[in-house]
């Protein structure tokens, strides 16, 4: 059973920076992980994903040049470098199992918990 605990949000300023943490078991090193994201009153929304052949990523366009998703296999931790926040990146943030992450769409499932990211104007 896949599990995800993310940890690193919190509050902070238009323009600052946070890191998200999200220590991940119970997947395979085939398995492609990713951040998805909720904000208040809409759905999930794919953010990044990571590929676990090449380590390539792939970013929604809305963080395209301001995020940065790394993962270490020997800690089985996912991070999520966030810089230049936007009030617009306001949500829950959260670790999952992505199928696919492309310009074509998202599919993911099995997400964590979650973190909460407040971006102040």
């Known amino acids: 059973e896949v599990q995800f605990v993310e940890s690193g949000g919190g509050l902070v300023q238009a323009g600052g920076s946070l890191r998200l943490s999200c220590a991940a078991s119970?997947?395979?090193?085939?398995?492609?992980l990713g951040w998805i994201r909720q904000a208040p009153g809409k759905g999930h929304e794919g953010v990044a994903c990571?590929?676990?052949?090449?380590?390539?990523?792939y970013y929604t366009d809305s963080v395209q040049g301001r995020f940065t998703l790394s993962r270490d296999n020997a800690k089985n931790t996912l991070y999520l470098q966030m810089n230049a926040l936007k009030p617009e990146d306001t949500a829950v943030y959260s670790c999952?199992?992505?199928?696919?992450?492309?310009?074509?769409?998202?599919?993911?499932?099995?997400w964590g918990q979650g973190t909460q990211v407040t971006v102040s104007s």
């Open positions: 999952a199992l992505i199928y696919r992450c492309s310009d074509d769409g998202w599919e993911y499932d099995y």
């Open positions: 990571i590929s676990s052949r090449d380590g390539s990523t």
């Open positions: 119970g997947f395979t090193r085939d398995d492609q």
